[in-house]
């Protein structure tokens, strides 16, 4: 009876020693499942934000206010600052707004005159210059948030860090960062002209 109970003692102690050995293996790999679960969580959150200040930003620009003035961009930046809740750095964020005449004019290039023929434009050679930025562009959108009626393509793109080794080496480029990119596409209300 004695040499019973004590086998089932020594059994006792070989399962909790099993378990302690299970535990030492899993809990690593169930910290770094957790921390992954996180940072995914977190990028699609953070997306979810540029995505919405991309939004707000173009609901400013639509309406044609402050139009002719700095303060217009300036409020659009501040919009988008302010959705990200500090997570995204903006200094860092490449934000583009651009501005075309209608939609079938997102991404035309500008018009020229093929002088040497080779299909392509060449410098020097004569060109439409829409955009009115001093040279020819593949794409002829125009800084800014655009005039009355015309069409605005709000993009911004950000390399988010990832701190997860796992998820890094799996969605991160060499330098572990994922590229988050959201963007809204509007066509300005029509207003009067302020200049
Ligand atoms: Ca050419
Ligand atoms: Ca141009």
Redesign the pocket.
Known sequence: MIQRIRRCFSLRGDERGAQAVEFAFAAPLAFLLTCGVVELGTVLFVNVLLESGMRDAARFGITGQDEGSDDRIERIMEIIEDRSIGLVDIEDAKISILSYPSFDDIGRS?DFVDGNGNGQYDLGETFD???D?G???EDVGKQGAGGSGEVVVYQIEYDWKLMTPMISSVMGDEDGKFKLSASVVVRNEPWEETN
């Open positions: 500008e210059d829409e955009n930025n040279a020819w562009d």
